[in-house]
């Protein structure tokens, strides 16, 4: 797909951070922009903001644990643009577990699962028929993370666990449609190669009511509610801790698009090899170590 004019995507998890960057970097390459969101707040901010450079847009609340709020979406983008070309399965959240995982609420589980991995789940239910239906050359892109897809972080098991799975199930969803010859590209997005600017350390603030914990804290257990928290840890260390802007990750998924890549990937060499250390252990048998003692 080398030209978005006209073309009709699709964004949840849209409103804020890497989302919101793709909305405007498609719109100005022409696109018309669907942007779906839990965040009403940020939904009214988005809608305004790029109303005001001229992309033709709506907002509308998506819920990504609900069929039902997915499919009022899509029928909301078919109505008003008459199709869909790209749909993002981008909306994710960060629970801020902490310590044992043996000792994590419930609610964490329950609520990192709901939208990390059944987001996904009702996503590809919800508008891989109807792109497949149109016949016309169309993307499936799902956010993804190193973490968990390429190697394992101990830090953060529950998001962790949601994003390998992400990962086995955008494969085989691949897997699926190429066998099948169907006209839509599946695409494996990972943020990056930087830890990214977003509010995923926030996400506390769409956090639903019947999933809230008694943690009475300021924000996370791990007292990390952004970018710039996790910035001055690094630094107390003597760490300077190096930054993703999301519009840089947005830029870096249209060219792999334009390309038909599946792997809409940047890296660092560090990174690179952490992988191939990964696949060696794997492939020698080799004992995990924690990074800790490694």
């Given amino acids: 797909m080398q030209d978005f004019t006209d073309k009709v995507a699709v964004i949840t998890g849209g409103a804020s951070g890497v989302g919101r960057s793709l909305a405007f970097a498609l719109g100005r ?16 901010t988005v809608a305004a903001d790029l ?139 990972f943020p990056g190669p930087y830890v990214v600017d977003t509010g995923l350390f926030n996400s506390g603030r769409v956090r639903p009511e019947e999933l809230q914990k008694d943690f009475q804290g300021d924000g996370n257990e791990t007292g990390i509610n952004s970018v710039d928290d996790m910035k001055k840890m690094a630094a107390e260390y003597g760490i300077e801790m190096n930054v993703t802007h999301p519009d840089e990750v947005a830029e870096m998924a249209v060219a792999g698009i334009e390309q038909d890549q599946f792997w809409l990937l940047k890296t660092t060499p560090e990174t690179d090899a952490k992988i191939q250390a990964r696949t060696d252990m794997i492939l020698n048998r080799t004992t995990p170590v924690p990074p800790a003692l490694g």
């Fill in 51 to 189: 109303a005001a450079e001229g992309i033709t847009a709506i907002a509308e609340f998506c819920d990504v644990t609900s069929v039902d709020s997915l499919n009022a979406v899509a029928d909301k983008a078919i109505a008003e643009f008459g199709g869909m070309h790209l749909v993002f399965a981008n909306a994710g959240i960060g629970a801020g577990e902490s310590g044992n995982m043996w000792d994590y609420s419930d609610k964490d589980w329950q609520w990192t699962l709901n939208v990390n991995l059944w987001g996904v789940i009702n996503s590809i239910k919800v508008f891989m028929p109807r792109l497949i239906e149109q016949g016309v050359e169309s993307h499936f892109a799902i956010t993804g993370s190193g973490n968990g897809a390429l190697i394992v972080l101990p830090d953060c098991p529950v998001y962790t666990a949601t994003k390998a799975a992400v990962q086995s199930i955008t494969e085989n969803l691949h897997f699926q449609v190429a066998a099948q010859q169907l006209p839509v590209k599946i695409s494996a997005l």
């Fill in 29 to 44: 390459r022409g696109a018309k922009i669907v942007v779906g969101d839990v965040d009403r707040n940020a939904l009214t």
